[in-house]
């Protein structure tokens, strides 16, 4: 398969120029893909995942099954307060203020974390979201820090057909969520099957006229 030749490339290349790489891994399918082909390379890279404490209970048993079938170095991210705190203080923020959740339970975490790392590989395809159609392979992140560091998407122009039949190839189990009909999946109450076939994010915070938490802002990461 010549796109995946292509994606161990971008990554063998990726891992030259870096020194101190890590990889965001949220469990869905393309990360899934990613995240093999960098333990290939790269066998104790840092995996991080972004624990916001709403993750559908499939995603942890699934993260943790393939934890042990794979044996990485994962690294759970967590929110300054948790759940329960969030809630005590502000309410259900995902119902009043997605943007805020979205940023306290992940934008925060995650780039506090970067700051220690110079290379980060992810599992963006074009073909998730507008918002991503003209993703490159290889980009420079600018965190509101100051720090910058090279992005990575070797999977920048898979389509999901693509990244399924890797799977299998592979013989790698996918996140079950899948095969009740969902085609994106982040944190459970802001996630709904599509509400739009063509459009695999539509069915993420639906009706709030957002399609991104704001980790992936392609090259303004703020």
Same mark, same amino acid.
Request: glycine share 6%; hydrophobic share 35%; with cysteine.
């Given at each position: 398969?010549?796109?995946?030749? %292509?994606?161990?490339?971008?990554?063998?290349?990726? &891992?030259? *120029?870096?020194?101190?790489?890590?990889?965001?891994?949220?469990?869905?399918?393309? /990360?899934?893909?990613?995240?093999?082909?960098?333990?290939?390379?790269?066998?104790?890279?840092?995996?991080?995942?972004?624990?916001?404490?709403?993750?559908?209970?499939?995603?942890?048993?699934? $993260? /943790? %099954?393939?934890?042990? @079938?794979?044996?990485?170095?994962?690294?759970?991210?967590?929110?300054?307060?948790?759940?329960?705190? @969030?809630?005590? $203080?502000?309410? $259900?923020?995902?119902?009043?203020?997605?943007?805020?959740?979205?940023?306290?339970?992940?934008?925060?975490?995650?780039?506090?974390?970067?700051?220690?790392? /110079?290379?980060?590989?992810?599992?963006?395809?074009?073909?998730? +979201?507008?918002?991503?159609?003209?993703?490159?392979?290889?980009?420079?992140?600018?965190?509101?820090?100051?720090?910058?560091? %090279?992005?990575? +998407?070797? &999977?920048? /122009?898979?389509?999901?057909?693509?990244?399924?039949?890797?799977?299998?190839?592979?013989? &790698?189990?996918? &996140?079950?969520?899948?095969?009740?009909?969902?085609?994106?999946?982040?944190? %459970?109450?802001?996630?709904?099957?599509?509400?739009?076939?063509?459009?695999? *994010?539509?069915?993420?915070?639906?009706?709030?006229?957002?399609?991104?938490?704001?980790?992936?802002?392609?090259?303004?990461?703020?």
């Amino acid at each position: 398969m010549d796109k995946v030749k %292509a994606a161990q490339e971008i990554i063998k290349e990726a &891992l030259a *120029r870096g020194q101190n790489p890590c990889f965001t891994c949220s469990f869905q399918a393309e /990360d899934v893909v990613v995240l093999h082909l960098l333990l290939n390379q790269r066998p104790d890279i840092p995996v991080l995942f972004l624990d916001t404490g709403y993750h559908f209970p499939e995603v942890y048993a699934y $993260r /943790d %099954a393939l934890r042990e @079938q794979l044996g990485f170095h994962l690294v759970n991210l967590v929110p300054a307060l948790s759940v329960e705190e @969030q809630e005590a $203080r502000y309410g $259900r923020l995902y119902k009043t203020d997605p943007q805020r959740c979205c940023q306290m339970r992940k934008v925060e975490p995650l780039f506090q974390a970067l700051k220690g790392y /110079d290379t980060w590989f992810t599992g963006l395809r074009r073909e998730q +979201s507008l918002t991503r159609a003209h993703l490159k392979p290889v980009e420079q992140a600018v965190l509101p820090s100051g720090h910058q560091l %090279a992005k990575i +998407s070797p &999977l920048y /122009d898979w389509t999901l057909k693509e990244v399924f039949a890797y799977l299998a190839v592979a013989d &790698l189990p996918h &996140l079950p969520l899948y095969d009740q009909g969902y085609l994106s999946i982040g944190c %459970a109450p802001c996630t709904q099957k599509p509400l739009d076939p063509s459009n695999p *994010r539509s069915g993420r915070w639906a009706g709030k006229g957002k399609l991104e938490c704001g980790i992936h802002l392609h090259g303004k990461e703020g």
